[in-house]
């Protein structure tokens, strides 16, 4: 039988490290630069992701990052520059956004990560209010971070629902009714989380006017 391995990723859609290959492919597949080794134990592998990853995997061009991805569309590559973060703004980190075709109407929300403006997460869409797909993004995020054992940032451009995250309680005036059954299930399961969960990431309010829209808007304004 085969030795477990652990694997650090250094440079990957959610730099960390995870416990079997599957979820590192996962992590690096398609992911330009990426940065990972395997390791024998844990610890091996956690002392390395907090030290430099060219004292493991040597100074070759797979440590830098280009400015650019490649996206394939009907066989044919196309270049798009990943446009400068603002000062200020944390590299590796996610943010996070909800956009709603009405108010209250279809709704979804997603969660971006900001070193490559990689999609992480997507829910939707479903009938709800902009404030509550805010509300849960943030939530998903916190969560995610928390099952992969991340230290970083999440940016939400909303501050009603940040200050719903911190209350844990979602304050909709939405009517819950056959409807709206489902979302008001999730509500309750994030709330619930909240109050069962301690977590260390810092929530951090996206300052759309210095800074230009949010990377994980949808572009629908």
């Not at 973060?85 to 075709?101: I, M, R, Y």
């Not at 619930?192 to 977590?199: G, P």
Request: positive net charge.
């Amino acid at each position: 039988m085969a030795k477990a391995k652990f694997y650090t990723v250094w440079k990957g859609c959610i730099p960390g490290v995870y416990s079997s290959w599957i979820e590192c492919w996962k992590q690096v597949h398609g992911f330009e630069g990426a940065v990972y080794k395997s390791f024998n134990t844990k610890e091996e592998a956690e002392a390395a992701f907090n030290s430099n990853p060219s004292s493991y995997v040597g100074a070759s061009g797979r440590i830098t990052t280009s400015a650019k991805r490649v996206v394939q569309r009907s066989g044919s590559e196309k270049h798009e520059t990943v446009k400068p973060l603002p000062l200020g703004v944390t590299e590796v980190s996610l943010a996070v956004d909800a956009a709603c075709s009405g108010n209250p109407g279809k709704m979804e929300y997603r969660g971006v990560y900001l070193v490559n403006r990689r999609e992480i997460f997507h829910y939707g869409p479903v009938y709800g209010t902009n404030n509550i797909g805010e509300f849960l993004a943030i939530v998903h995020a916190l969560a995610l971070l928390k099952q992969k054992n991340l230290e970083m940032p999440v940016y939400s451009d909303s501050r009603i629902a940040i200050g719903w995250v911190k209350q844990k309680k979602c304050k909709t005036n939405l009517p819950r009714n056959e409807k709206t059954e489902d979302l008001f299930s999730m509500i309750s399961r994030a709330e619930d989380w909240l109050k069962c969960n301690v977590y260390s990431n810092s929530i951090i309010k996206w300052e759309t006017d210095k800074w230009g829209e949010i990377p994980a808007d949808f572009g629908r304004k």
